[in-house]
Every structure is written in C-alpha cells, then in structure tokens.
Nanobody, 125 residues
C-alpha cells in the first residue's frame, strides 16, 4: 500500500504562484504520478502527470504553459509548480499514483490505484 501526502496548497491572488508537493511512501518502484483537481459542482480533471522513471510529462490544455510537473526520485516526491494562476484554477488538488508508465490515459482517474487526501488551492481575482 502506497501512501501519498500532498502539501503546498493555499490562497493566492490571480497571477500568483504556488507549488504543490506529493510525497510517496514507496521508494521501491517507478510510478505514474498524476495531479487532479475538482472544483465544487464540477467533474474531476486530470491536470498533469509524470513518470518517476523517465522525464516525459503530460499536461491538460487548460494548464499547459503555466504548470510544471517534476519528480525528485531521491525524495519520492512529485511537485506541481503552478504559475500565472487564475480564479478558475480554484479547486481541491489531488495526487494519484499507479505503478506503470504514464500514457495518454493519464487523465483517467479510474486507472490510478493510490490517492492522497487533497490540498485546497484558492485563487482570488
């Protein structure tokens, strides 16, 4: 069982930045690590994903060019650097993991086996 713990959420004004972290308890393998978000009344959205065993990354069109996902394998941690934040980025952000390479399916939450508890991001205008 892999445990994921997110941190780094908070409140920021539009145009600001935040960095989310997701620390995984398992350092014995490689995982596809995804970031998802869900705003009240909206469906869950896959935001970005990265495979801890390689450098390829995936991004939703809504965040491309503003968000950057990266992995520190020594620390078993995945980061989501969020720049140029917009009010529509306001949501609960979740980290997820599955022990396989990432692919074009990265936005499908049903494929991930492990989930964190979430961290709130609020962007005010």
């Amino acid at each position: 069982q892999v445990q994921l713990v997110e941190s780094g959420g908070g409140s920021v004004q539009a145009g600001g930045s935040l960095r989310l972290s997701c620390a995984a308890s398992d350092n014995a393998g490689y995982y596809c690590m995804g970031w998802f978000r869900q705003a009240p009344g909206k469906e869950r959205e896959g935001v970005a994903a990265a495979y801890t065993g390689a450098s390829r990354t995936y991004y939703a069109d809504s965040v491309k060019g503003r968000f950057t996902i990266s992995a520190d394998n020594d620390k078993n941690t995945v980061y989501l650097q969020m720049n140029s934040l917009k009010p529509e980025d306001t949501a609960m952000y979740y980290c997820a993991a599955v022990r396989r390479m990432c692919g074009s399916w990265y936005e499908r939450g049903d494929i991930y086996d492990y989930w964190g508890q979430g961290t709130q991001v609020t962007v005010s205008s």
